[in-house]
């Protein structure tokens, strides 16, 4: 089966740098991707990583390392509008499988 | 383009109902996806059209689910007969191609079944 591991809360301070690490299992591996949830909206697309290393967007940044089956999103500068739910996600097979989700709160 | 457009973005309708969600996937997007979020199972894909044509649906949790897209700019849901579990946010999404293309999402219908 396919698996996504995040974890569920993570909070920090404005100007912060936050990670938020995934572990997946899956089959058909294709790439990894995050989005962004904020409270009664849709996830919306931040970035994507099929082959290791890492991907800047930003203040944004994705790592992947394929033989670990790992991957994180790096967050720098930390604003309020940040606070948000960040998904990684698998691409495997047959379509994006989410994991359950790493709720961000961000205070002043 | 003005995206995915879901409808209704609320639905609330009792135990036993007829339920039946709308999606217009963006223009040119062959790939068109439902999820439902629910807090205890997050995201979870339904079901996945390529070219209007229904290619994975093992995610439809019973017989009760069942989706078409008849065409490339229209997709419905339809929960018949609607239960309380069903309530969640069923999301749409549609994608260039199942690979490196991002997958847009609409604004969701929120569903509750009394």
């Known amino acids: 089966g396919q698996s996504l591991e995040q974890p569920s809360e993570v909070t920090a301070v404005e100007g912060a740098i936050v990670q938020i690490n995934c572990t997946y299992q899956?089959?058909?591996?294709?790439?990894l991707s995050w989005y962004q949830q904020h409270d009664g909206g849709a996830p919306t697309f931040l970035s994507y990583?099929?082959?290791?290393g890492l991907e800047e967007t930003g203040r944004f940044s994705s790592f992947l390392s394929r033989s670990d089956s790992y991957g994180y999103l790096l967050l720098q500068e930390l604003q309020m509008k940040d606070s948000a739910s960040y998904f990684c996600?698998?691409?495997?097979?047959?379509?994006?499988?989410f994991g359950k989700g790493t709720t961000l709160s961000v205070s002043s | 383009d003005a995206g995915v457009i879901q409808s209704p973005r609320h639905e609330v309708t009792e135990m036993g109902q007829e339920v039946t969600l709308r999606c217009k996937p963006i223009?040119?997007?062959?790939?068109l996806f439902w999820y439902r979020q629910t807090m205890m199972r997050g995201l979870e894909l339904l079901i996945y059209?390529?070219?209007?044509?229904?290619?994975?649906d093992s995610g439809m949790p019973e017989d009760r689910f069942s989706a078409k897209m008849p065409n490339a700019s229209f997709s419905t849901l339809k929960i018949q007969p609607s239960e309380p579990r069903d309530s969640a946010v069923y999301f749409c999404?549609?994608?260039?191609?199942?690979?490196?293309?991002?997958?847009?999402f609409g604004n969701g219908t929120r569903l509750t079944v009394t």
């Open positions: 999404a549609s994608t260039l191609d199942r690979g490196h293309s991002p997958l847009h």
């Open positions: 899956t089959s058909g591996f294709y790439g």
């Open positions: 990583n099929a082959l290791d």
């Open positions: 996600a698998v691409g495997a097979g047959t379509a994006l499988i």
């Open positions: 223009s040119g997007h062959d790939y």
């Open positions: 059209f390529n070219n209007n044509v229904p290619i994975d």
